[in-house]
Nanobody
Framework: QLQLVESGGGLVQPGGSLRLSCAAS????????IGWFRQAPGKEREGVSC????????FYADSVKGRFTISRDNAKNTVYLQMNSLKPEDTAVYYC????????????????????WGQGTQVTVSS
């Protein structure tokens, strides 16, 4: 019953910012560890950032650390990914995913532990 919908993608210039949203329906999102993943043309899907349930730990890929920030707004049942200082190599389709509520901890090393996925939102960083 859990469904995720990403939004907020678009075209930005290098150095610009975007905020992606992952809105949930069916269940309260704070019960789930949430991951953001991205896939660029010709590249494998990679983990970008994730946030554990119950205000648990947060993780970032080395490539985005210091530039991206993941957060929750429980009142809106939404997880955000604030992306600053964007680079052309950030261009990709970005997906949010929810892990089984049995697990508190989020992970970035593999996507197979996330059974529920959104449809993705395109982020393009170009001059």
């Amino acid at each position: 019953q859990l469904q995720l919908v990403e939004s907020g993608g678009g075209l930005v210039q290098p150095g610009g910012s975007l905020r992606l949203s992952c809105a949930a329906s069916g269940f309260t999102l704070d019960r789930y560890a949430i991951g953001w993943f991205r896939q660029a043309p010709g590249k494998e899907r990679e983990g970008v950032s994730c946030i554990s349930r119950n205000d648990g730990s947060i993780f970032y890929a080395d490539s985005v650390k210091g530039r991206f920030t993941i957060s929750r707004d429980n009142a809106k049942n939404t997880v955000y990914l604030q992306m600053n200082s964007l680079k052309p190599e950030d261009t990709a389709v970005y997906y949010c995913a929810a892990r089984s509520p049995v697990f508190r901890q989020c992970v970035l090393s593999t996507s197979i532990v996330y059974p529920t996925w959104g449809q993705g939102t395109q982020v393009t960083v170009s001059s």
